[in-house]
Every structure is written in C-alpha cells, then in structure tokens.
C-alpha cells in the first residue's frame, strides 16, 4: 500500500467516523475544556456500555488541541477501561498527532467528580 493510499485512508475513517455521529456535549469544565459522547454508537450490553467520546481543549496540551477516544464503561462496577485513543493538533479532530492508541489500557474504578463519573450517570440511567 502506497503512503497515499494509506493517507487517503486514514482520512475517510476519520471524517466518516464524524459524519454520522451525533455528539453530544456533556460537560464544560472549570478549566474550559469541552467533553462529548456520541450518541449513536452506543453498545450496551448488560451494564457495559462502549461509547465514543471526544474532548476540545480550551488550551493545547502537549501539543494536543483535542482527543478522542472509545470507552468501555461498567455501571455496576463503576468502572472505565480506554479502547482506543486518539490525540489531534486542531479542535476539529481530523489531524491526528500520532497513530491511534489501539492498546486497551487496564480497567480502573472511576473517580467521583469526574467526567466519566457525570458521564456513567447520564448513560447508565438511559
């Protein structure tokens, strides 16, 4: 595969991804960072819930202006696990700083007060 296949590519999985997606915003936080999930690609199964979520930084971080990802979420155990994970260098996330993330990170109990602690309440009671 040629580098411009792999390019062209790359960019239809990124803008068809965005296209039909329904993001939500869910939280604004103190420090001005924007927090989404996507609505549409919802998977439950039984108190799992695999859901999409972006974030647009009010301030770049590490060179990073916004960030999706794809999280397990367990509302029993009130649990998170990352899927995948992808930095951007603009707020639109379609230039990916680096490769997607596709190593799922270990589970971890979420922190009360957090983002995905609000998000947890929103969707487990859907």
């Known amino acids: 595969m040629t580098y411009m296949t792999k ?23 103190s420090n001005g960072d924007v927090y989404y999930y996507d609505d549409t690609r919802l998977e439950k199964n039984g108190s799992v819930i695999n859901v999409w979520t972006r974030i647009r930084y009010k301030t770049s971080v590490m060179a990073a202006s ?17 899927l995948q994970d992808t930095f951007y ?13 596709t ?10 007060n957090s983002t995905t602690a609000l998000l947890i309440s929103i969707l487990c009671e859907k």
């Open 66 to 82: 916004s960030y999706e990802s794809l999280l397990r979420l367990d509302c029993v155990e009130n649990s998170e696990a990352i």
């Open 103 to 112: 190593n799922a990170k270990p589970k971890k109990h979420v922190a009360e």
């Open 7 to 29: 390019i062209l590519l790359i960019s239809l999985l990124v803008f068809s991804s965005g296209a039909s997606a329904d993001w939500i915003e869910f939280s604004v936080r």
């Open 89 to 101: 260098t603009d707020k639109a996330w379609t230039k990916p700083a680096m490769a997607t993330n």
